[in-house]
């Protein structure tokens, strides 16, 4: 047994219970339903256009809540189901997180923007409550094996309110008005990385490959990518701009991803961890110019080239990253996130230059800088707390170990025994 | 071999056929498409105001039909496949049950409120018909193992037609106006108490136990709950107060659902049993009072004390009902539906004490004592005509067993013989 | 080693990469966003209707087309996966001919209405978009287990071609406005037959059996079939007419197919194989006449039938395929979509005779002759050309072996290699 144990007894339900009852204070004394009559909330800067729509019907939008839920709850929830000692963790962790995340995520966003000192809820909020908590889980996907839950809940209370702030100086104070600034999506990436680097521990095999169990979630993420980049953006033609790229830069990536994935692999076979994840990198990569005025010939070519670097990122950059600097990347976050992300924060910027948005270069390099600067100061300081010894996380053999944090069912660990490796010869393996 | 084999040959497809023909010609008589010119229909109490805006578009609420849907066959559907040798009984027989439910339900809904002789279909009157599905799921889920597909099309067509009729007496004849009467949901859950017992054998292990294949499920359930209790809400503003109150209500039980498990199990760790059920008694408790003004943090505190309720019910209930009383709550019945429910009903009754809703405390008594009676008598029957010896069922030795009922592929046996035990030593198969 | 070799290395991506930038260039040229002005590009007969609506809000039928895609790349997408040494190339070949298949089709289908020398892309044509690539996918169900990733590219282009210009010929020049033809869906039956006579090799057992994991996408078919059948009919009352007809033909459906398959099996007992598939026969024969006044009790008069007919073909045709033919019908093809199609298309023309839609009896001949020619010469054309011997096709011995074109984890062979039997000594399992 280590000095600090793994043991979760006091310190999860009281963590838990504490942030739950804070938050339903915090809920009591700020949330109201949302009663129709807007003053100037913004809680993005298209909310004005976005109100005089759903005054008439405030569940226009619903169905397109559903579809980035569907997104968050499934495709996210269940992405790492291939982890074969970690299925209870890997979904069971993400629905807490997520939960705690969207009730989280309304605060921090909302209280920037009190209309008559209240935050009145709609469905444009709760999407936005929603998108607040994807961040969150793809850096549980950048350190899930390695962590406690009382380490998962920390991170997301400190990335939801850094990122809070942040994005209210960029979209309020600086005006810079894009839907999905590159500056806050490139901030983000470099938090993920930060925060990464202090739970770092090289483990030895995550035990898991790719099934068809996780292209499931591929396949809801890649669906409903269209509503994920479209839900916030103005209702009418902008709205369709935004689904119709989308839906053709994903269409496009599938095609480069697998001709890539045969191009690089032995006697030109397809790889599934290939095909899971470079075809989404088509919705990553449209996503900051989702509803400018590119052209879908435009998307498209966002797409193909998306498709092509994700792949090569996994077959080439991977195995250097983990042989040279000790990066294990079980969940592919650099090639999927990563780099399709900052080719989508480059073609939004050619887009603008282009002509297809206003904007001020000034106003630009400003949000740049306080988005690093947050990025910087949020992801040392939360890599730095996550690291401190007494938050019950996995001794270093342990780790990608279900039986630390959950009840593993007796009869399930004998039948499964093949699968999941003897537990009580689990030091072999590191 | 027992007296009364379980040999469907006949049984089976005389009753689905005579059952489904009966079916065609009720509709051919009563049962024409939605023309748009709408009397006093009102299926429920909102409906006039509902008419008003579908009026315009017919389908504005199919998007919250689907999500029902996925809820009724994908949900509940999948949610009992843990049932290791019993998962083609378990999503097979639900299939069954809900297509005839839905087609039998809008009969039964639909007789009472006959507009020029006629039933006409709207989507929210399938919304409804699919709601009358989904109490005979949970009563499939109490039952199943222990019952032929004989006797559960006969439940199902009993059940639906006792509460078509009191349901009927409730809303029309009491006035009580409550989407969801906390009377009606209480006589369910009795109705499905006396059914059971009537059923109830103890039998040995159900070779369960919950994975992450069936936690999908939940997730399904836990997503689109927010469209079960506000789809036939009012439209506007009682329709987004429905929405938000079950969103978050449903968020802040995931959270109390967590800690409490950490809490009473052993080291602190998680139960995968209790994290894919309490976390929906969010869901089930603020049902009743899902579109009263009761504020986001009231939701939020109803979901909270639901989801202690319903973890501790499966820490210390589960196991005292099995021991004392014999009952064996396979699916968590008691735990999800029973006192989470009861549980909605008291806050419900509160709510309307505190002025949230109008009412009458004489009605209200009359319709408890409507709802009680028929539960009573109606449960009670099923029970005993389910316990007729004649209708297939199994025997006592081989309940929670695919191979009586479906033809189970001999390579798979093979295969799966660790799973699905020897089957080669159940006596009734050899 | 055959002389054509397997190794997809240059033929593969180079197809890959080269249709996918002719796409792209097509785009650049021909596609633009929809702006909202329409003159007569009419996609479909209801096209003007259709338009009315959708100027006031350009993603009415989002929610529509998002079902139709889950049924598409869930629904299609998995329902192979109970192919135990198969599941990579039925998940993930599906999803590449369906990224293809949709971008191809917007084209074909486009390219006969352009408007001021355009596509203009809109929710409609996405929806059409994906209606292309059901048939693709049916086909793929036909000849999977035998072709190649380049055999299954080259099908896509020439079935997508073929088809828009037929319906082109059909729809705008025979002026047949069905949204569903019979003729159309018959030509479309032939020509799967035709292609699949063309890669016909008897291949040994194909190692599947089906399991509740198929089960799911069933389940999805079945429910969302509804939004297929009416995504594209004209909104308001036939829209609704569509939906409800669907939904009923499916439920009355169920029965008659769990009850046939009880009576014609050993004992009664169910057959998961009649059950997995008969009840979507439903779906598939209210098709043609989904739009058309027949009567919720004639749509399930419909479905009943279906059921039966479906079930039926199961349990006695398809083996008389197998031996006398020599056909190997592994996804069941002919019972769900040949037989109830067929039923559809005769259900169609006796409502149109009953006067239930408007139609020519001279014109209704030539879209016969037409699309039967097109069937003709185009199956017998693609069933050529899959049959040249250059296209890297698997050798006989090797059919349903996902190692041929996917990198299989060395790991995962191993440990299931219960299921997925010794790769090497393949014969002998034959």
């Known amino acids: 047994m280590p000095a600090y144990s793994t043991n979760m007894r006091l310190k999860f339900p009281i963590l838990a219970l504490t942030l739950e009852i804070i938050t339903i204070i915090l809920f009591a004394v700020f949330v109201v339903y949302d009663d129709g009559k807007h003053g100037g909330h913004g809680a993005h800067n298209n ?21 980035v839920h569907v997104m968050i709850f499934i495709g996210f929830g269940f992405l790492m189901t291939f982890l074969k000692r970690y299925g209870f963790s890997s979904v069971g962790l993400n629905l807490l997180l997520a ?34 908590t994807a961040t969150v889980l793809i850096s549980f996907g950048a350190v899930l094996g390695k962590t406690s839950p009382v380490q998962l809940l920390i991170m997301t209370l400190l990335e939801i309110t850094i990122f809070g702030i942040n994005e209210h100086l960029v979209a309020e104070v600086l005006k810079i008005l894009d839907t999905f600034s590159p500056w806050c999506l490139f901030a983000r990436y470099i938090y993920i990385l930060l925060t990464w680097k202090g739970v770092l521990y090289v483990c030895g095999s995550s035990g898991g490959s790719s099934t068809y169990h996780s292209h499931i979630c591929t396949v809801f993420l890649w669906m409903f990518w269209p509503s994920f980049n479209s839900a916030i953006a103005e209702p009418g033609a902008d709205q369709l701009m935004a689904v119709t790229n989308t839906y053709f830069s994903l269409a496009a990536c599938v095609l480069s991803a697998y ?37 879908p010939f435009g998307a498209m070519i966002i797409g193909f080239v998306a498709g092509i670097v994700s792949t090569l990122g996994f077959k080439f950059l991977t195995p250097i990253l983990a042989s040279n600097l000790g990066i294990q990347d079980t969940c592919g976050v650099h090639n999927l996130h990563g780099m399709p992300g900052i080719l989508g924060g480059i073609a939004g910027i050619v887009a603008v230059a282009l002509g297809k948005k206003d904007g001020s270069a000034a106003m630009q390099a400003a949000a740049l800088a306080s988005s690093l600067g947050f990025a910087l100061v949020g992801g040392g300081m939360t890599g730095l707390i996550m690291k401190l010894p007494f938050w019950g996380q996995p001794p270093d ?24 490796g003897d537990h009580s010869m689990n030091k072999a393996e590191a």
Chains 1, 2, 3 share one sequence.
Do not use: R
Request: aromatic share 8%.
């Open 99 to 132: 939960a705690f995340a969207l009730q989280w995520g309304l605060l921090m966003q909302g209280l920037w923007h009190l209309e008559e000192g209240k935050i009145k809820v709609s469905i444009f909020k709760m999407i936005n409550a929603d998108f607040s």
């Open 397 to 420: 053999q342990n780790c990608f170990d279900d039986s630390i944090y959950w009840e593993v069912p007796e009869e399930e660990e004998g039948e499964e025994s093949l699968a999941h």
């Open 259 to 295: 001709a890539v994935s045969s191009l690089v692999e032995h006697k030109g076979k397809l790889d599934m961890v290939h095909i899971q994840n470079a075809t989404l990198a088509g919705g990553v990569a449209v996503g900051t110019c989702a509803d400018m005025d590119i052209g």
């Open 47 to 67: 909310a004005t256009h976005h109100e005089e729509t759903t005054e008439q019907n405030p569940l226009t939008l619903y169905p397109m809540f559903q579809d």
